[in-house]
């Protein structure tokens, strides 16, 4: 007997196959959370629980059984395989939940941020859960048998028996499934690899398929109001937008370990209940400088719509955005911006990212030639997962023992948080530098700063790591956001601000990513329709006075 026979099935057989190593190997994440979601109180739930994976079995029976054609179903199927193991490796790993926004990070991540999650364990995982069983696919022979309708006939009646399965599983569990589904909206996305094509094919559709839509150009009328025009000095504001960073894990709103011994030297406000737009970089940041509130957000809009720094260039503001974190996702494609890790500047980068002081990296230069009012935002590295360890110089390893892999869910928690915490003293420091530098330029502007991260994280609270969970049910380690201000008093005064006021306000205030584009249009005392005062979180700590809306 030839090698090649030990591999032989027909087709209803190599169907049956792939149908039960797909549903109870490659889904065992999903049955496991369904089979924990029941309550066992009766015999009809264990029933229940049965017929979840016979369900799925028979999804997929009924699927491959109608692809089953040659030179279509193996490499279909090797695709699925592969792609399928590697998105079980960050659920199983991480707690990542596959849906559209986390396909659109997939697709929209730069080599840096792929290479950081590539690991020998996620390259053991795909070799016994993916490689092996491609390479399976590939060497296995599916017999012929009869005549071609005879072949058609079998698979049709194959696919019709699992619809039928399907059926009676329905009205025996119908209202079952029902509760089970309409409870735990999250668990549908762990069937793999339907999230993965659900998502996919979401993203594609929003980002690619709906053609070039012209650019809506919002703010034409913007002008700088009396204040800012009138002021002795000029007006430069540096927005700087972190990465990844939680505000539980920030001291300045409570947190008992001292991660921000250098801001709280500094005049500092605070806003400590402050929330992100999204759980993920490519949607919070678009958002934060759109003028769509976080419930109304529409993505696809956002990438051709004009946003905040667009209406700051309408007005005169001079606008330079300096990057650190693999992309502006559209910010600041119409103004003038620079990648700083193509700088090649290895006092700052090495092993293929820059560490944040590269954002301050001859900025005094650009600040010397700026004759205008102007904003600079600076995008953070900030402490972007899972290589914690890296986004610190040496010198900023002060709690320890930490976690220096990119395994973090093998690591022991507190090391984990530990170098967590660590990339917060780093962003500390960091930040209060800049605050320095501001102040060394009070003489020639009016200064101000504002930071806000762009998400939060998690670090295995409820077994979940990273970011990017659907933001219904994330947990508020991943929307809760530590956002600050400072202005020199130079600033505060030309902009009659009450800073007492606005500290109460920042203690008392829910805020949110929803108010920066109409703060920042406030800021610099922009009129135009596009800004809505309600929503700029200093207009009502500004006292009455000419050129106030």
């Known amino acids: 007997m030839k090698f090649r026979n030990i591999f032989q099935c027909s087709t209803s057989g190599f169907n049956l196959i792939a149908a039960l190593f797909f549903a109870l190997v490659l889904n065992a994440l999903f049955l496991l959370h369904a089979w924990e979601m029941i309550v066992y109180d009766r015999p009809h739930a264990y029933l229940f629980a049965a017929s979840i994976p016979l369900v799925l079995i028979a999804a997929f029976y009924m699927i491959f059984s109608l692809v089953a054609w040659p030179y279509i179903r193996k490499p279909l199927l090797i695709v699925l395989v ?152 000029k007006t430069l504001v540096v927005l700087v937008v972190g990465e990844t960073a939680r505000a539980e894990n920030f001291s300045l709103g409570g947190y008992t370990r001292e991660t921000n011994p250098e801001l709280k030297k500094q005049q500092v406000i605070y806003y400590p209940n402050a929330t992100s737009c999204g759980t993920e970089t490519a949607i919070s940041v678009p958002c934060m400088f759109s003028n769509m509130p976080r419930v109304h957000y529409d993505a696809n809009l956002a990438h051709h719509q004009e946003g905040v720094l667009d209406i700051l260039a309408h007005a005169g503001v001079s606008v330079l955005w300096r990057e650190n974190d693999g992309g502006c996702k559209g910010a600041c494609d119409r103004v003038p911006h620079s990648d700083m890790t193509q700088w090649n500047l290895p006092q700052y980068c090495h092993d293929g990212f820059c560490q944040d002081d590269v954002l301050l990296h001859r900025l005094d230069n650009y600040v010397a030639s700026l004759h205008n009012d102007g904003i600079i935002v600076l995008h953070q590295m900030g402490s972007h997962g899972p290589a914690y360890y890296q986004r610190y110089p040496a010198e900023f390893r002060r709690f320890t023992p930490t976690c220096d892999s990119n395994q973090i869910q093998d690591c022991d928690h ?116 596009a800004y809505q005062p309600q929503l700029d979180m200093i207009r009502s700590c500004q006292n009455s006075a000419e050129g106030l809306r």
């Not at 999250?186 to 559709?205: E, Q, R, W």
């Not at 201000?485 to 829910?510: F, T, V």
Request: glycine share 8%; proline share 3%; net charge neutral.
């Open 414 to 529: 507190q090391a984990l948080v530990n170098t967590y915490d660590n990339s917060l003293l780093y962003t500390d420091d960091m930040l209060s530098r800049t605050i320095d530098k501001l102040e060394g330029l009070s003489d020639r502007f009016n200064v101000a700063l504002v930071y806000l991260s762009d998400h939060g994280e998690s670090l295995g609270e409820r077994g979940m790591y990273l970011h990017g969970a659907p933001y219904l049910f994330a947990p508020s380690q991943q929307t809760h956001i530590p956002l600050l201000m400072w202005m020199s008093p130079g600033y505060a005064a030309a902009n009659h601000i009450n800073e007492n006021c606005l500290r109460q306000q920042a203690a008392d205030n829910k805020v949110s990513q929803d108010n920066l584009f109409h703060t920042v249009l406030g800021m610099f005392n922009i009129q135009t329709q």
């Open 82 to 233: 592969i792609i399928s193991a590697a998105a079980n490796y960050f659920m199983h790993s991480f707690g990542t939940v596959i849906d559209t926004n986390m396909m659109q990070n997939v697709f929209e991540s730069d080599r840096q941020e792929a290479g950081a999650l590539i690991s020998v364990h996620y390259l053991v995982w795909m070799l016994v859960m993916g490689l092996v069983p491609a390479a399976l696919l590939c060497i296995v022979r599916i017999s012929k048998g009869q005549r071609w309708w005879w072949n058609l006939v079998q698979r049709l009646v194959g696919a019709l028996g699992a619809i039928l399965l399907i059926l009676l599983m329905a009205v025996l569990f119908y209202k079952d499934y029902a509760s089970l589904i309409r409870n735990n909206k999250g668990l549908i996305k762990m069937v793999t690899p339907a999230n993965i094509l659900s998502g996919g094919g979401h993203y594609v559709d929003q980002r690619y398929l709906l053609g070039n839509q012209a650019l809506v150009k919002i703010g034409q009328d913007a002008r700088k109001g009396p204040l800012i025009s009138a002021a002795q000095k």
